[in-house]
């Protein structure tokens, strides 16, 4: 590996440990040797559910919570408490929230046959698992979460003293717990049910391919290929992040994560230090809305829609091909703003050459893409992914003990044929292929090393899911609210009202609700929160479901980027050294893809490859979606002119305004914009150039 690729290749797992309300660790001593131990139990526990599929879904959530709440509050225990009785006293909490999962689990059959006319004690150990639930996402995700879900709940009981259109009927102490604490439509809802079925498979899949070294394959790969291009640190920032989305959705970690490597890199490079920091978490975030694994919201969606993952995956595919290209063409032009240059290829690595010698990286990726797409559920699929990767894992101390390189290809073969058998033979068929592999590792020269590996990617791997799998269970109280009181009617009565005059109007709406709650919370709750007042609202409008739903999860991304919050661009600030507000201006420039797809899908659904139009009724779907794109790309590129004022050369004011008006119109769906746009276009394009090929191009600015 290169000087240069060195430079920027993070340690992902340490940043993105310390990064959710947690330092890094599982604490020192025997306490945290236990915590790391659960750790790996909460792992195998949700790989053997996964794999076999042996117990109800309720138990399965409800162990799911349990697990969530002893190792969370175990770690609050070892990293937070400062004293012995600190620990002791959140220890106590872990054990007791691990205990209401247990009660679950044993008491299965008596809850379903006491359904509604619940004891005592049932009611006490409900009313724990809330209270516990509330605290661990206090601790973990911080207040703002956990007073939008305190106030949903206290609106259960206190909204029949509510006036007007808010008033219900009134829920008793009984009801509103067996509803949130026990039943399908509270914290052990489909947020959980998701976490504990998809998300955490796909972290712990994550967490494997990185310990295995695809963090520097896709640092060498993106170093080598666009390095060498104009501004070459801040592409090579933007294309690393892209491909780290292919295999882990998290947004702000990431920042964290390969921020501390790749914002210095390019300010050493010229870059200024905001727009540095805007890069990283503009093409960060964007790893959330990146196929084949998106982030964690993506699997929600699939289970509220109903539809297979490979859908959502087809729909996000050309926006996010649009987002990585804004962001590539936005410091396409910065650079030549700035007279900036590429790096040295000659420090560079050669792209090829590392994808040549880590190409079995990739295989299990690819075999967990073609799964998907294949038809299976997400839970297989991601199951027989990690099998894969462990796989992989384990045979490279074998294959490095063979002596002639033929013998080791064969064996690479066999194993590869052997592991490929389960679609025939099932899961057991690789399960014996791994246990053979790990009786090997003992034995061989760097297996045991190897062994550790896979043990501790198993423990990362759940701390990681650690602040998704809470966040989906407070979440569960908002979703609970709404399906108990049915306020959820009241808001969409009124969006649904708006848009009887103007959709775009209620498409504002949608997206300010997006970014003023996304100033305190996650994407995941974000997404769930707002997708379940507008989605129906928007699509009683007309606006397909799909479209609606990505609608929201779009704007939900972007409110981790726009001002005043900007959770990600604070994350980058003390790697940029400057305000996370002035990165937050950066990142909504960079991001603006983000703001136009989103708007343009709803009106013209086949970018998302959604149903066609009036030109696929005319002349094809596939000449739709190419004119749509070409369009779309046509507005996001003058927009990047219109906020960075470069093209051919620096743009006066006049053209970044007519640049700006230029994408508005091809926005728009209306009578003649298209063609005014393109018109007006072509016209702004030619000026820039011709008056840049006429004059001496003045001096790069700042």
């Known amino acids: 590996m290169s ?21 890094p660790g599982f604490g020192p001593g025997l306490m945290g040797r236990i915590a790391f131990g659960i750790a790996i ?6 790989l053997w559910t996964a794999a076999y599929g042996t117990l109800p879904s309720q138990v399965v959530r409800a162990m799911h919570v349990g697990f969530l709440l002893l190792l969370g509050f175990g770690l609050v225990g070892n990293l937070v408490a400062k004293t012995m009785w600190g620990r002791v006293f959140f220890w106590s909490l872990a054990v007791l929230g691990f205990l209401t999962g247990i009660y679950n689990w044993v008491f299965y059959a008596d809850l379903l046959k006491r359904s509604s006319f619940l004891s005592p004690f049932d009611l006490t150990v409900g009313t724990v698992m809330i209270v516990l639930v509330f605290e661990a996402a206090r601790r973990l995700m911080g207040l703002p979460l956990a007073i939008i879900a305190g106030l949903f709940l206290a609106y259960c009981f206190f909204g029949q003293y509510m006036p007007g259109a808010f008033v219900h009927r009134g829920y008793d102490f009984a009801q509103i717990i067996e509803h949130f ?22 972290v712990v899949f994550a967490a494997f391919l990185e310990r295995a070294g695809m963090i520097r394959l896709f640092n060498d ?7 060498g291009w104009r501004g070459g640190p801040a592409q090579v920032c933007t294309l690393s992040s892209a491909l780290m989305g292919t295999i882990s959705g998290s947004g702000v970690a990431n920042v964290v994560a390969s921020g501390q490597f790749t914002i210095p890199l390019m300010k050493r490079f010229g870059f200024r230090s905001a727009f540095a920091g805007g890069v990283e978490a503009t093409s960060s975030m964007g790893g959330q809305i990146m196929p084949p694994i998106m982030g964690a919201v993506a699997f929600i969606m699939a289970e509220t829609l109903d539809v297979p993952y490979s859908s959502i995956v087809l729909a996000a595919i050309i ?30 690595p050669n792209p090829w050459t590392a994808l040549r010698e880590n190409w079995p990286l ?11 797409f294949a038809g299976y559920t997400p839970i297989f699929a991601g199951t027989m992914g990690l099998a894969l990767v462990v796989v992989l894992i384990l045979g490279t101390p074998l294959a490095a003990a063979i002596g002639p390189k033929v013998f080791r290809y064969v064996f690479w073969l066999a194993l590869g044929l052997a592991s490929a058998a389960f679609l025939r033979f099932g899961v057991n068929l690789l399960m014996v292929v791994i246990g053979v592999l790990v009786l090997a590792c003992i034995f061989v020269n760097g297996g045991r090393e190897t062994l550790a590996i896979v043990r501790d990617s ?3 791997g759940a701390r990681n899911a650690l602040p998704v799998g809470i966040a989906c269970a407070i979440v569960g109280i908002v979703i609970g609210t709404l399906t108990l009181t049915g306020i959820a009617s009241t808001f969409i009565g009124a969006v649904i009202a708006i848009g009887e005059d103007n959709l775009f109007l209620s498409l504002v709406l949608t997206m300010i609700t997006c970014l003023v709650l996304g100033m305190g919370i996650p994407t995941i709750p974000n997404y769930i929160i707002t997708s379940s007042l507008a989605g129906p609202a928007l699509l009683e409008l007309g606006v397909p479901l799909m479209v609606s739903h990505m609608f929201v999860f779009y704007f939900g991304i972007m409110a981790d980027l726009t001002p005043p919050v900007a959770l990600a661009c604070f994350a980058a600030a003390p790697m940029a050294k400057t305000s996370g507000l002035k990165i937050s201006i950066q990142a909504t420039k960079l991001a603006a893809a983000g703001f136009i797809v989103p708007f343009m899908a709803v009106y013209t659904p086949s970018l998302m490859l959604q149903d066609g139009g009036a030109i696929a009724a005319q002349f094809g779907y596939p000449v739709e979606v190419v004119y749509i794109v070409f369009k779309t790309v ?6 990047g002119v219109s906020v960075v004022g470069y093209l051919f050369g620096p743009a006066n004011m006049p053209e970044r305004i007519g640049a700006f008006v230029v994408a508005i119109l091809l926005m728009l769906a209306l009578p003649l914009t298209d063609e005014a746009g393109f018109v007006l276009a072509i016209l702004l394009i030619g000026q820039q150039w011709w008056r840049m090929r006429r004059g001496p191009v003045p001096g790069a600015v700042s």
């Open 319 to 348: 926006p996010a091909i649009l987002y990585f290209a804004t962001c590539f063409w936005v410091v396409h032009l910065e650079a030549g703003k700035a007279g900036l240059r590429g790096m040295d290829k000659a420090d560079l």
């Open 221 to 227: 790969f993106a170093l080598g290929l666009v390095g």
């Open 41 to 46: 139990a909460f792992a195998l526990f949700q």
């Open 458 to 460: 198993l423990a990362e």
């Open 3 to 23: 000087t240069a690729s060195a430079a920027i290749t993070p340690e992902v797992t340490t940043a993105e440990e310390a990064v959710e309300g947690l330092p």
């Open 181 to 202: 604490g026990f039943g399908t439509e509270g914290i052990y809802g489909t947020p959980v049910y998701v976490s504990s079925a998809y998300i955490f498979i796909f």
């Open 634 to 639: 046509l507005a996001i590129g003058l927009l």
């Open 362 to 372: 990739v295989l299990p990726l690819a075999a967990l893409v073609y799964l998907l």
